[in-house]
């Protein structure tokens, strides 16, 4: 059992009809709720809540924490992206969802624009795996196809993925590096594409597993404090 925070800026769904009776409690609940059943322990936290509901305290209890966001990137307070990227070095998960590429904290642990194309026209994705071996990718088919999505297309403004685990092709040609993965201090992050807003894709099986396997791989394994940086040490040897 992992300690998961499910973060959303929970915007969309009081705004947008359309998107409230996709995600009639906030995506946030929908994620929550399928992490929840696959054994995990979750809480949710959104931008509208003090300090967006990730105080210190909230954090020091989250082994990964996932993100979503597209409105209101601007709206997020510095000080709690410094403490949420602060976190993430220190050992705790982070997985970034759909257009969440563009949000403060993806941005400062990458050190990028995180830059991409975009249309939204209910158009056909296939998400390949292109790294089975990968755990993300574990009870998965060598596909995901969404019958209708929003492309985001290549040229993508991130570093390389340490590993690229799924590339998506779009029904309007468009190909896209959908599931990349980052080592940032001790901490591990995910990035992955499927889910914008009006859609029902965080209602989809093969993407809750998708999200229920990351959050595994990108929880603190044991004894990930054991190289600790900033550390007066003795030497092993004799001077």
């Known amino acids: 059992m992992v300690s998961v925070t499910v973060w959303n800026e929970y915007v969309h769904e009081q705004e947008d009809e359309a998107v409230a009776e996709v995600y009639p409690d906030g995506i946030h609940a929908t994620i929550a709720d399928a992490l929840a059943d696959r054994g995990h322990e979750t809480r ?3 931008l509208q809540e003090p300090e967006h509901g990730l105080t210190e305290s909230v954090l ?3 082994e990964v924490l996932t993100w979503w966001g597209h409105a209101a990137h601007d709206e997020v307070d510095d000080e709690i992206v410094e403490r949420v990227a602060a976190r993430v070095r220190d050992g705790m ?3 970034v969802l759909h257009s969440a590429h563009a949000s403060k904290p993806f941005q400062r642990l990458l050190g990028t624009p995180c830059d ?3 249309r939204e ?3 056909r994705e296939r998400c390949w795996v292109v790294d089975p071996g990968h755990p993300i990718t574990d009870g998965l088919d060598d596909s995901i196809v969404i019958e209708e999505a929003e492309m985001y297309g290549e040229p993508f403004g991130v570093p390389e993925p340490d ?3 799924f590339t998506s092709w779009f029904e309007g040609g468009e190909v ?3 599931g990349c993965c980052y080592r940032r201090g001790r901490g591990k992050v995910f990035y992955f594409r499927p889910g914008h807003e009006t859609y029902p894709i965080y209602h989809r099986d093969d993407v809750q597993r998708v999200l229920g396997n990351a959050v595994e791989w990108a929880a603190p394994t044991e004894g990930a404090d054991a190289h600790a940086g900033n550390r007066n040490v003795e030497p092993r040897e004799s001077i």
């Open 121 to 123: 026209a209910g158009e």
């Open 116 to 118: 991409l194309t975009w």
């Open 176 to 178: 896209f590096r959908s």
């Open 60 to 62: 020091d209890d989250t």
């Open 93 to 95: 998960g982070l997985l």
């Open 163 to 165: 590993r690229l685990v």
């Open 44 to 46: 949710t936290a959104t």
